[in-house]
């Protein structure tokens, strides 16, 4: 290491020109003078009885020791530490170790460590940001054993000053916390305090800004001598949606302070107005139905009339999704959306598709190709039957016959029809070699791959009560008891928010296992040893509900009014939410669907969804799949399976007409006995 060194003459020139000058601007001419005078000298080999320098630095920043080098960053308020080799004389301290800013010097007190080896200066006060300071250790120090030191000057700059922000303000609430920020009007006044005077000269919309939707022009003021800072938007922002305040690392202060950048997410309140006029309940109601039913009608696949996976699913159309459109174009016929003999055709135009489908043991497959009616694999080893899908199937096939006058011999064809699809599922198949339980897929060059047990409590409950109804196919309760049923494993028991749940998952699950096995076989006298479904039912769903209001993860939105969490699309893709897979998303189905069981809250959510949030969720078939305000995320997809059972549960909810028809089947009642159900 190469020390900077000055003859002994020139050094103590230099020492006294510190140490003196406040006398006069004179004293610090001429010690600039004097080091401009003085030369680097060879630095000596260290000779006996001689100081050495360890080290030099301000905090932990160490100083550079070379001639005429400047080290930069130092910190403003850290003490000066030099080490030495060996100790000091402490009392030869004071008058050898100076620091000063140009012609000003800096007071402070010395402190000792390592047994006196290192020099601690702590100046009285912070140091001033980005400024050069001379630091002189002068030949005046001495060992302890009258060791001599040559003497060093050296140079720092402090560090640039930071600029902060001291406080934030969005219409008049002070923002603090990690707490998520709801509730913000439309037209918010935000305001930002800062630590020290911004450049007005730079200050630019692209330094401050707001993301997200429909944010028009903003305009920024400054005032308080330039260190508060006033956002204002042009136009109002998009309701019930997320934000994000954005102040960039470029923004400067005055003295070209720099700033370290900031973001702060927030969310903005309601409209002020509904977003579509009010009707009455019941005109709701029809509303939705209707819309929805359209997803079956005017949406579905023009072969096959089968309903399609999704509203981007081109070709590909869904067994059980259409199994719920079957039943969806009863409510249709019946409210007046389309003619009986409309309904008629597409009855015929579904029937002869499925004829001629690809069939696994009587099962169909998830997914068909609407024109060949070949199988379109689900996953690598889901490409045959779908027993669960099926079950789905067969329930709208059985409600529409039951729906059909056999004293009308087109319609008593179309009975005859359905009549030999159903009787040739083979249930009995999939108990793969007579095990108590039922398999939910099978394929032929895939077999029993999937290897998944139909096992409670889930959507398939309808699956067995059909198995067991079969006249050609059936199974023996002991399938039931110790497949579904898992001899009492489904019991629950539990209490939930003070809601009992008689089986299942603790809190329910997704709400469409109160949905799926429920659009036909009706829950509201429905027993077995095991539970009362219309409690089950109705418990699920007002557990659900209080969940949304208790709102464990602080979610934007989740109310009394904004709740149902079921299976949907996501901001991620897809999933089956529930109180314990809880990522903020409401999907409109789960609450609407369960207008029999909680007709009150179904109610308060269908008008927040439709007058709240309608003109983001409300398209050509009704409410889109699922939102989530917390992500600012509305989606904008529609799947069978979910809007299936709005028009069927509401019209169940209104009249129990689907309920009504399918319990009327003669099979299905014989299936319940046998598995020992009242109803």
């Known amino acids: 290491m190469t020390l900077f060194t000055y003859p002994k003459p020139c050094f103590h020139s230099l020492r006294s020109s510190l140490l003196y000058a406040g006398r006069g601007g004179l004293l610090w001419l001429l010690l600039l003078a004097m080091l401009v005078g003085c030369k680097e000298e060879e630095e000596p080999p260290v000779a006996p009885g001689t100081l050495q320098l360890s080290a030099i630095r301000v905090g932990t920043r160490s100083l550079v020791l070379d001639v005429g080098a400047e080290t930069t960053g130092a910190p403003t308020d850290q003490p000066v530490i030099i080490a ?18 140009g012609a000003t010097p800096v007071e402070g007190t010395f402190a000792y460590l390592d047994n006196d080896r290192t020099v601690s200066f702590q100046p009285d ?45 969005i219409s008049e609430r002070k923002v603090e916390g990690s707490a998520r920020f709801v509730d913000v009007p439309l037209q918010p006044e935000i305001i930002l305090n800062f630590s020290r ?12 800004y707001l993301n997200g939707p429909k944010v028009g022009a903003s305009t920024l003021s400054l005032t308080n001598d330039n260190q508060t800072l006033t956002l204002t938007t042009s136009a109002p922002l998009d309701h019930l949606n997320r934000y994000q305040l954005v102040v960039t690392n470029q923004l400067k202060g005055e003295k070209g302070e720099a700033f370290a950048g900031f973001s702060r997410t927030f969310y903005t ?16 109601l029809t509303l939705v139905q209707e819309k929805t039913f359209g ?13 399609r996976e999704r509203n981007t699913s081109g070709n590909t159309v869904t067994s059980g999704g259409s199994g719920f459109g079957l039943m969806a174009l009863i409510v249709g016929i019946e409210r007046g959306f389309i003619t009986r003999q409309e309904g008629l055709d597409r ?52 409600t529409v016959r039951q729906y059909l006058d056999a004293a009308d011999a087109t319609e008593q064809a179309l009975i005859d029809r359905i009549n030999t699809l159903w009787q040739g599922v083979e249930w009995d198949w999939y108990t793969r070699g007579g095990q108590d339980v039922l398999y939910w897929h099978w394929s032929p060059d895939k077999e029993w791959a999937m290897n998944m047990p139909i096992a409670g409590y889930n959507e398939a409950l309808i699956v067995y009560v059909l198995a067991a109804a079969s006249p050609t196919h059936t199974i023996e309760k002991s399938v039931y008891t110790n497949g579904w049923a898992r001899n009492g494993g489904i019991v629950n028991g539990k209490s939930f928010y003070d809601i009992t749940l008689p089986v299942g998952y603790d809190y329910g699950g997704p709400l469409f296992f109160a949905h799926y096995s429920f659009l036909g076989l009706d829950p509201r006298n429905l027993s077995d040893p095991y539970a009362d479904y219309w ?63 909680t007709p009150d809250e179904s109610m308060k959510a269908m008008k927040f969804f439709y007058y709240e949030v309608g003109d983001k969720l409300w398209g050509d078939y009704g409410f889109y799949d699922a939102f989530n305000v917390t992500e600012g995320w509305y989606g904008n997809s529609y799947l069978a399976i979910d809007q299936g059972p709005i028009p069927v549960m509401i019209e169940n909810h209104r009249t129990g007409l689907l309920w009504d028809l399918f319990m009327s089947a003669p099979e299905v009642k014989n299936g319940l006995d046998k598995l020992g159900f009242s109803y």
């Not at 005077?197 to 401050?208: D, F, Q, S, W, Y």
């Not at 409209?271 to 709701?284: I, N, R, V, W």
């Not at 199988?375 to 199937?393: R, W």
């Not at 409401?586 to 609450?591: F, G, H, L, Q, V």
């Open 84 to 101: 030495f080799s060996s100790a000091l004389n402490t009392q030869t301290v004071p008058t050898a170790v100076a620091l000063a800013e």
């Open 125 to 169: 006060s912070a140091l001033q940001e980005n400024t050069v300071y001379t630091l002189v250790v002068s030949e005046a120090i001495k060992g302890a054993n009258g060791e001599t030191f040559q003497g060093i000057a050296v140079q720092f700059r402090t560090e640039q000053g930071a600029l902060t922000l001291e406080s934030l303000f």
């Open 197 to 208: 005077p911004l450049n007005p000269a730079g200050l630019t919309p692209n330094l401050v």
């Open 269 to 284: 309140t309601k409209a002020a107005e509904p977003q579509f006029p009010l009707l009455s309940d019941d005109a709701l």
């Open 295 to 307: 997803y079956f009608w005017e949406f579905a696949h023009p072969a096959s009339g089968m309903a």
């Open 347 to 398: 009855f015929d135009q579904i029937l002869t598709f499925l004829e001629g489908t690809d069939r696994f043991h009587g099962a169909w497959s998830h997914w068909i190709d609407g024109n060949s009616g070949r199988v379109q694999p689900f996953s690598t080893n889901d490409n045959g039957g779908d027993l669960v899908e099926t079950a789905f199937l067969v329930q709208g096939l059985l």
């Open 535 to 597: 409690t089950q039912n109705v418990n699920h769903s007002r557990i659900n509900h209080a969940y949304g209001v208790d709102n464990p993860q602080n979610f934007v939105s989740y109310s009394d009014s904004c709740w149902g969490l079921t299976a949907s699309d996501n901001h991620q893709g897809y999933s089956a939410h529930s109180p314990t897979n809880d990522l903020g998303v409401i999907t409109p189905t789960a609450a609407l669907s369960s207008f029999p069981y």
